[in-house]
């Protein structure tokens, strides 16, 4: 494990290790408050880098990495590249809504009138 002591070069590191391998790698962070420590930490299982800091001036870096990381590891398919010059690559299909259905195949649960039912009177000593 490495420990790098300037923020460019963690998230450099940690952004390429995510492209060379995103099926094996891994995001840790730990956020220690009794030692007011900040530890994050990436591996693929053959590399491993961690950044710790104890300084809260590094919040809002922390958080624009997650949010690149993120949005690099959302489930999203690649649109294909064209064949030909002239061609334009398909648009992915989504799937249709459930809310697109035929009123018809549509069942709602009965109505119920407001009526409860009674409770049982207090036994008395």
Not at 5 to 11: A, I, K, P, Y
Not at 94 to 116: H, K, N, R, Y
């Amino acid at each position: 494990m490495v420990y790098i002591h300037s923020w460019q070069e963690f998230q450099d590191a940690a952004e390429a290790l995510y492209a060379k391998s995103p099926d094996k790698a891994r995001y840790v962070v730990k956020w220690k408050s009794a030692e007011g420590k900040l530890v994050l930490k990436i591996t693929d299982d053959t590399t491993c880098i961690k950044f710790k800091t104890f300084s809260s001036i590094f919040l809002n870096r922390f958080e624009a990495l997650n949010l690149s990381l993120i949005q690099k590891m959302q489930n999203r398919r690649k649109e294909e590249q064209p064949k030909s010059i002239g061609e334009q690559p398909t648009p992915p299909v989504e799937p249709v809504a459930e809310s697109t259905a035929p009123a018809a195949t549509i069942q709602s649960a009965p109505i119920t009138s407001g009526v409860s039912k009674k409770k049982k009177p207090k036994k008395k000593k």
